[in-house]
């Protein structure tokens, strides 16, 4: 996507906020999953430039500051949440594929320290009580996703190589 491209969806985000908060009384509809989304997408932009937050940018900040000041979501623990940004609650993970990449992090996160892979993943299997073949399935399926990461955090890292074939 060019700088022009992006631009010009930002200007459309902010447009398609600004008649569903004046649509609604006080602050926008704060219900709305895909408002919000849009709110905390503006508030960031508008928040790192070197200028005060103002117009469409403090719009949004007023809707944040209107659904934090609401009642929770987990009454329990007392949180309000938001969707990541950028992300609708269909392409989030489960808690199941979040338990998963979890035993693949560890599992990397041991080959990294110098244990061998057959090692490392009969250590995770022990320690979360789960079968040597899922943590070794685990591992397979989400080892890209972590070398991406490292890889992009330090490019130079000789260690990347023990998790690649």
């Not at 219900?31 to 928040?47: G, K, R």
């Not at 659904?67 to 309000?80: A, I």
């Not at 399926?141 to 260690?159: E, M, W």
Request: with cysteine; proline share 4%; glycine share 4%.
């Amino acid at each position: 996507m060019t700088d022009d491209e992006m631009l010009a969806e930002q200007k459309r985000i902010e447009q398609e906020f600004e008649r569903a908060y004046d649509a609604h009384s006080l602050f926008g509809p704060v219900n709305s999953d895909e408002f919000l989304s849009m709110a905390t997408q503006i508030f960031c932009a508008a928040a790192f430039q070197d200028e005060a937050i103002t117009g469409v940018g403090q719009k949004a900040a007023r809707a944040l500051a209107m659904r934090l000041s609401g009642f929770p979501d987990d009454v329990k623990n007392w949180r309000v949440t938001f969707l990541p940004m950028g992300l609708q609650k269909d392409q989030m993970a489960t808690k199941a594929q979040k338990k998963s990449r979890a035993i693949a992090l560890d599992v990397c996160r041991l080959i990294l320290a110098g244990d061998l892979t057959t090692h490392a993943t009969a250590t995770v299997a022990a320690k979360r009580k789960v079968s040597p073949q899922k943590v070794t399935g685990d591992y397979y399926k989400y080892r890209g996703q972590f070398v991406d990461i490292l890889r992009s955090q330090n490019p130079d890292n000789p260690n990347l190589s023990k998790l690649e074939d």
